[in-house]
Every structure is written in C-alpha cells, then in structure tokens.
C-alpha cells in the first residue's frame, strides 16, 4: 500500500471547545479605543453584535465550549483533513516534510465558514433574525449567506459594485442560499445615495460596503452586523482548524517545526497557528510565520499603531500594524488579503515576538499555486498561495542547509472562483507590486493625529 | 452530541479492487460490431486505446486489482464520504433516511477522475506520452488534464467551442493543470479546417470534437484517445464509489432499499450502482434507479438499438437505449447528460429489468438543487440535481405511504463551476424540455438502416 498521505478524524472526534488565547498572553492586548482615547465599552458595541459576542470578544476563559448546534452545522464539513505534500515535496526535492489542512472542503470553499456559523447562531440565540455584512471578492459573503440559511436568519451582504459586476459567481452562491447581494454603493442607504450622487459610476469600496452594511443594522428592527475576520471572536472560532491539525500531526507521529498561515484580517492564520503558539508560550521550539503580501506589507513593514478597521472610521480605533485606513491595496488577485490592517491579536503576538511575518510578491505566489496544483492536484486560492509559496521557501532553506524540517501550513481555500488569476499569470499578463517606504509613509499620514497604543 | 450525518473512510480502508459486472451478468452483453455486422476486433481498437484498456474493456474477470500507482493517486481524494441528509429529511418531514456519496471532493469536484487517472496510468504503462480527448462543458476535459499532469503525460482536449468561448473557467482548470486546450472545431486538424472552410462561425458539437481528437490521436505519435464515460472499462473504475459506499452504508448500519445516480454516459450511475446490482442479481432486495433529463429521455422512451457513439461514425455501433446518433440535445444546463446514447451495460441490465430509469424536467432538478443546498450545505452540479429530484420523488413517496425506506444517491459533482444555471432558475429563466413520441420518431430515423440488436 502507498504511503499514507492524509489524517482524516472521524466526526466524534471534532474539538468540543474553542482555544482562546487571550488566556495566555504574556502580556495583555490593549483595548479598542474611541478616537478621544476613551475605552470602547460592550454597550458602545450593542447597536451592531449582539451581548452574548461581545462577551465572547472580551473573555480570558482558555477554553470556550462550541454549542451543540454550532457542533452538529460545523460536521457539515469538518473535521478537515490533513495531508502531508508528499508530490510537493519530491517536486521541490527537499528534505522537508510538508503538511497541510485543507480548508477548502466548506460547502463555501474557504475556512470562512468556522466563524460564519456560529456568529449567526449566537445572533439567533440572541433573538436577531437578520444579519447585514459587507464583502469584497465575495468569500465572506457566502460563507455568511451558508450560515444565515442554516439558521433560518435573512442576510443582506452589500458587495463592492466592481466585483458585483466583474465577479457574478460568488453573487449568484449567495443567492442560492436565499441571501440578498446588493452592489455597494446602494441607493437604499443613506450613506450609498450621498456618494452615488456625487460619483454614479463609483468602483465602490470596502470602506463604503462597511458604512453601508453597519447603517442598514442600525438603522433596521431585529437586525445585526457580522464581521468575518479582525476581531478576537472571529479568530477564536477559527481556532478549531489548529486544534484538529494538532491531533492529525499526533497522528502522522509529528510536531511542525515551523507553521504557517496567509494573512489578510489574520482569521485562518490565526486558527491554524494560536494553538501552536500556545505551545511557544509554555517554551515548546515552534516558529509561526505569518504570510502577507508584498502589496500590503503591513507586519512587515508598517508601524504598530490604534487605527480604525475601515475608511469611514466607522469601527472603534484598534491596535494594530496598519498601512493606514486610507490606504488603497494594489489590485493583486489574493482580494482577502488587501486589507490595511491586522487582527489586533495577531498584531500583538508579532510585538512580541512570538510569531514572525513575511511579505511575498504575486508573481513567486502564484508560481508556488501553479506547482502546487501540478503536484498536490487541488488548486489553491490566490489567498493561500501566499501561505504555499513561504511554506516553498522554509523548504528550500531546508534543502539547502541539508537538514530535515516539519513544515504545516494552513491551506485557507480553493481557487475554483478565482480561476482568471491563473489565467492571467500563466499568459505573462501578471505583474508584481512591491510597496516601497516612500508610498508607506504617504499611506501614514491619514493616521497622524491618532492616539498611540501604550508601550509593551 | 449531535447525530452522526457522515462516515469518512481510512485511506487504508480504499477498495483494492475494482468490480466488474461482466463476471455477473444473467445474460451476456451483446458486443460492439462494425456497420456490416461484423464484430469489432481488439485489433480494430488499437490506434485508439492502449491493450492494456482493451484487455479490461472485454474482461469478464470479477475482481479487477488497482495498481498500486493509481491508488496513490486515488488517495488525494478518495475515500469520499458518505453523508446522511439529515436536515434535508426535516425539510421534506419524510420518514426515509437519504444518504449521499459526497463525489465532489476531487481537485476536478466530481467522479470524472476516478476514470481518469487510472486510463492515464495504464496509456503510460503501455508507453504512451500525450492523450487527446474531446469535451463539452469541460467536467471531463479537466479531469483528463488533471490525471495527466500527475503521471506527466501531455494532454490535450478539444472543448466544444461555444462552451470554449462562454464557459472560459473549465478552460482555465485545465490550463492550470498544464493541458492544451483548443476550441473544436480547430483548424490544426482536417476535420475541423473542413467544417471551418464551409461555416467559420460554427458554434461546434461533441461529435465534431470527437472527430477531431480521435483523427488527432490516429495521426500523431506515442498519442491514444480517452474517453470519460459509456464504454465498459470506466464503467468499471467506477465501481469505486459504491463499493466504498457499502462499507460506509455498513457502518451506519443500513442497507439502501433504493439506489440512484443520475445518468448521462452512464458512468457515475454505473459506479455508485453496481455493486448494489451484483448483490440483486444474487437475490437481494434492492431497487436501481437511473435518473435521466426529460430532454434526453433514452432509457425512459427509446428503443434499444446498434447505434454510433458519435456523429460522425466513428465509433463501433454499442447496442443502447440510443435517441439516434444525429439527435442534438436541447440545451438544458447539464451538459454532462446531453447525450444522445448510454453505456451499453447500463443499457443491457435496463433491459433485464435489473434497474429502472426515470426521466426528470429540469425545473423539478433545480427545485431539488436550491432546497438541496439550502438544507445540506453543498451547491450540487445540475448533472447530479437529477438524482437529488429522484431521490426527493422517492422519499415523499415514502412520506404519502407512511412508511420507512433507506435511499442512497450518488452526489457525482459540485455546481461551483456552473452557477449560472442557479441564476436562470432563480430569475425565472428557466423553461422545461420533454421530448415528445413524435420528435423522437424523427431523431431515430438516422439509425433506420443499421443492424438489430439479437433478442434477449
């Protein structure tokens, strides 16, 4: 019989319960603040999450037991398997041992469900029957329109207009599962008709979907906001990829030696690596890198400071590496990555030290997704190329030092909706884009006058 | 916790053989002959297809061993798993237990690969370095590139050119995967610079494509042709699916009282069935139930004849349920079951009333297709919405007749790549097609002259 190649846990043996790490900081996050530098209170948040995740937002309980409803959706998929790249590795020819959690068998393609479910389900609890969020490319937007059908909640997701328009798939998934995909900016919000007026034939943005998508829960009966990445909540339920990787390595008789996720909010990196770093807190030798793009350097090059999560400065001031929130990210394909900032956790781990961060162009990105389709047989998101082509360079190191490595990388999704990135590159139509400091300090200036977080 | 809904087998519990009907049949099939009634010689196939398949297509052997390299490769994505549609039952308040065999997980989302990559297996053992193939909407033209690019055979497929120009995506996949991919028909081959010369617009068809890559493949070196369904051999690569849903069906403790798959060229239906066949031709209980559109409604309406697989002729005459060879399928959105004829073993145990067919509007399909994914989760392939809607049939009738009835239906694929089916429905976009007794006396009067399958 060929050697194993994959871990796949039986159903009974899903996590019961959510890692969080806040429990095991060596130090404390600093609090979301508002722009006067007051702290933000859970009734500044009522109007938009619902009491039971805010909760969940600011517990230091380690661990946090997933509800048996949430458990019974979350089977629908999960446990995810765990491959060892055996093909990868005899490409690459490397004495590294390569493995990854797949992902992208959600019935949405990516990790965005684990947090989708339950967020709609502490919502219903909660007595909210609909749902608002915004989406870029489409990946959150569908994963929430999965969820919200579940659940039995209605769901609106104001879609940038441009990838409405460019991108009609991801619209027409979130359709079939009963949600309302509207382009954004929209004449049914106040926010969206002020800015059609001025500019009919806006792009949009995510600065403007956010606005749009937060009016329309506060300004609507029963009504919530949901958010798919950033937040504490959102990387604790993500966690549960680490927890189930922990026990498949057990299971393959290994521990990685280095882990390593793509971050765009920080959501999936943080959900394979928190467990792992847990670890490194209580002395285990793991190293957590975190993979971003070269086009939004933001851990890798941008300063540690209290910014807003959108361009509206809707959001409360979070402590974090940030571009600045006017910052307009490149148009590379990965669009779940192009973000000016990073989850506040995520951010405060790399202060530390606990976990490092590297930027990768598109062009090395997508040369790793096309190998990696050519050998492992899946084709990667544009997303999780990133993670696959650090995942490439931690190998070569290792061919090249002659020494045997554990790599485990997270493989965050599928890239059947994003196939003309692949097009694109394999015609030569592709370019890198590489932020130099002179444009970082432009994107900066926006956030001058900003409070600063306290030093460590 | 929550009910069990899925049973994911080890990678060591992968079936080791295949199951070959042949070895089983109450009478035996009538054999593929040429247009003088004259039987085809293996010697006749050998341009075409490598021995090694030949010797498997005419075996009557039971039990068929998987190489061992195919296996490895099978393991990337197989076993698939077996689900119970538990939240599906609920919404139909329906006393039958449905399962389902989840055949989308595939880097290609559906059953193609399992053919696939044990036909390029076996041309490489033979010696064989390139394949071509034809396709429609491009399930099986990626499954094919797919299989190629593991075992490094080069690949190219002729993409019916409609589907070319307005499905770009499959394209894409294949590409990705390293395959050529040219629209059909094609000026680089006599067929097609013939067709081109007298209508430069043609929007193509299969049996053009056909044409083209079996003319490419007799006049090209170290190049075999590979086809994705109908004939015997992939028939019986198939019967993986069921023989891993036995084991998972036994591990729930159940055994089906109905089996269904849907049924265009007749290979996922023969590969999740077969094996349920061979335990009903040795006395067991057990209905087979072949779900086919009413637009190509073979086993439902039409005769059992000797027709061509293709167009042109070019294929031996197979004794099937056939709407005659020259019959061009109304353009409903499963493209994978727009085909004029059947497997011929399909055919010949419809005829000795081992299995039933049923034929279904495409409405009803997509009806079953939207509550599917918005009970169950995953988005299914319009091709595999007909099984949904037979399996819905089957369990309302075991609602109205109030009692217990335990379905299996194989899941063949995911619709991610043909969402805007999804829109049509949704948007009312959508019509119905049923052949009438009177358009199908028409289409068979191009098989008038051939030669009469002998009696049974």
């Known amino acids: 019989m060929a050697e194993r190649i994959k871990v796949t846990l039986d159903e009974q043996d899903i996590p019961r319960q959510w890692y969080n790490i806040a429990a095991d900081l060596p130090k404390p996050l600093p609090p979301p603040i508002k722009p006067d530098g007051s702290p933000v209170t859970p009734e500044d948040l009522a109007p938009v999450f619902p009491m039971n995740i805010i909760e969940q937002e600011v517990s230091t309980q380690r661990w946090i037991d997933i509800p048996e409803p949430v ?17 990868l590795e005899r490409a690459l020819n490397t004495p590294a ?3 990854y959690k797949n992902e992208g068998v959600s019935p949405a393609g990516s990790h965005k469900p684990n947090t989708a479910v339950p967020q709609v389900y502490y919502n219903k609890v909660f007595g909210i029957r609909r749902l608002t969020t915004e989406t870029g490319a489409g990946q959150w937007g569908s994963a929430l329109a999965f969820a919200c059908r579940l659940f039995g909640l209605a769901c609106r997701v104001y879609m940038v207009r441009i990838s409405f328009d460019q991108k009609p798939f991801r619209k027409m998934m979130m359709q079939t599962w009963g949600a309302e995909c509207l382009p954004s900016p929209n004449p049914s919000t106040k926010t969206g008709r002020a800015i059609l007026e001025k500019d009919p034939d806006t792009p949009g943005s995510l600065g403007i979907a956010i606005s749009e998508a937060i009016e329309d829960c506060v300004t609507s009966p029963d009504t919530r906001y949901s958010l798919g990445s950033v937040l504490n909540h959102v990387c604790l339920h993500q966690t549960i990829i680490g927890l189930e990787a922990k026990r498949q390595m057990e299971k ?11 971050a765009g909010g920080g959501s999936n990196f943080a959900g394979i690596s928190f467990p792992f770093v847990c670890d ?14 070269a086009a939004c350097p933001r851990m890798t090059m941008a300063p540690y400071v209290y910014d807003s999560g959108d361009v509206a400065m809707m959001t409360p001031l979070l402590p974090m590496y940030s571009l600045g929130h006017t910052f307009v ?11 000016h900032g990073m989850a506040p956790l995520v951010c405060h781990l790399r202060r530390l030290g606990l976990i490092e961060a590297v930027a990768l162009p598109q062009l090395e990105c997508y040369e790793g997704a096309v190998l990696w389709a ?23 190191r290792a061919a090249e030092e002659g020494r045997e490595k554990v790599i485990l990388l997270n493989w965050s999704g599928h890239g059947l909706m994003d196939l003309t990135g692949y097009d694109a590159f394999l015609n ?13 300090r432009r994107s900066l200036a ?11």
């Open 428 to 440: 030569g139509r592709l370019q890198n884009y590489l932020m130099t400091e002179d444009e970082m």
């Open 280 to 293: 490194r807190i209580h002395g285990r030798d793991v190293r957590v890198v975190a993979a971003e793009p």
């Open 97 to 99: 041992r390569i493995y």
């Open 252 to 262: 393959f008789g290994e521990y990685p030696d280095v882990v390593i996720g793509c």
């Open 374 to 396: 050519r050998t492992e047989g899946f084709i990667p998101a544009p997303e999780t190329s990133h993670a696959i082509a650090a995942a490439i360079r931690e190998a070569n």
């Open 446 to 456: 926006a956030i001058e006058g900003l409070p600063k977080p306290p030093p460590l």
């Open 71 to 87: 458990l019974e959706k979350l089977l629908i998929w999960r446990p995810t398997p765990l491959y060892r790249a055996r093909a």
């Open 329 to 339: 990210p490149p148009p590379i394909h990965a669009g779940g990555l192009r973000y």
